[in-house]
């Protein structure tokens, strides 16, 4: 997932970490870490956190600026593949 400015982007992964990376210098600026297998983030849209889903069957809202985790969302019955935000940043899917 690449920001609004293009100038950073977050890679999920499959290793319980997701990525953040400064585009311009070509260099990892921050990291996040939890106990599953990540399958995707994306940015809230005024890019103060991040929401993640994975194989935990959990979302996961992460401050943008120290990537702690900010709110955990459990209830789902299986794993979960893939998420999208609407664009005033109310609902997601």
Do not use: E, K, M, Q
């Given at each position: 997932t690449i920001n609004a400015t293009d100038e950073e982007?977050?890679?999920?992964?499959?290793?319980?970490?997701?990525?953040?990376w400064n585009l311009i210098r070509g260099?990892?600026?921050?990291?996040?870490?939890?106990?599953?297998?990540?399958?995707?983030?994306?940015?809230?849209?005024d890019e103060s956190q991040l929401l993640t889903c994975g194989s935990d069957r959990k979302m996961t809202y992460w401050d943008t600026s120290d990537c702690n985790a900010i709110r955990i969302l459990d209830g789902a019955t299986a794993e979960l593949n893939s998420?999208?935000?609407e664009p005033d940043g109310v609902a997601f899917a």
């Open positions: 982007a977050i890679s999920a992964s499959a290793d319980g970490s997701c990525i953040v260099v990892r600026t921050n990291a996040l870490f939890a106990s599953t297998l990540f399958r995707a983030v994306v940015y809230h849209p998420l999208d935000i």
